[in-house]
């Protein structure tokens, strides 16, 4: 089991007279990538999350919009705002995440070190905190 760990990532902006461009390639992310997908479109007042992981590490990172992203290592629980393209939020293990207050254009990307695992999620609460106990 990993224990969990938060951290922001300040990605490098390459800005020019036309715009803004951010690269995300090996050796400024702190895991090779297997998987990237997005959350969009989510309804009004509607939440998501609610789950650790065993072993995934993942970067979040609000490319358009806002949300706000409750973490919790199972000592403490912090609400962290996502609504910079150029921050990411690195989760990495035991670390409950639940999503909130996503704006309606928001777009929600998801670096993440392996490919989508069932077994790999931990969805009970309690079941969290266990694990947290006894690691
Ligand atoms: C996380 C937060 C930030 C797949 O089939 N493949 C995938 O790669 C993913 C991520 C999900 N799914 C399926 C599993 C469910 O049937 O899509 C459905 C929705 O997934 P879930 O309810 O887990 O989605 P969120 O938004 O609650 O959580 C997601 C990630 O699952 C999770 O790893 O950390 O975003």
Redesign the pocket.
């Known amino acids: 089991m990993v224990i969990g760990e938060i951290v922001f990532k300040k990605f490098n902006i390459i800005e020019n007279a036309t715009g803004n461009l951010i690269s995300l390639e090996k050796g400024n992310l702190p895991f090779p990538i297997k998987?990237v997908?997005y959350?969009y479109n989510v309804k009004e007042n509607e939440s998501?999350?609610?789950?650790a992981?065993r072993q995934?590490e993942?970067v979040?990172i609000c490319v358009k919009g806002s949300c706000d992203v409750l973490v919790n290592n199972g000592h403490a629980k912090k609400v962290i705002k996502l609504d910079d393209p150029s921050t990411g939020l690195y989760?990495k293990g035991l670390v409950w995440?639940e999503?909130h207050n996503f704006s309606s254009d928001a777009v929600?990307l998801?670096l993440?070190s392996d490919f989508?695992s069932?077994s790999d999620?931990i969805r009970d609460y309690s079941d969290f905190l266990d694990l947290v106990t006894n690691s």
């Open positions: 998987r997908y959350i998501r999350g609610f789950h992981h995934l993942q979040l989760l995440r999503m929600l998801v993440a989508y069932e999620y």
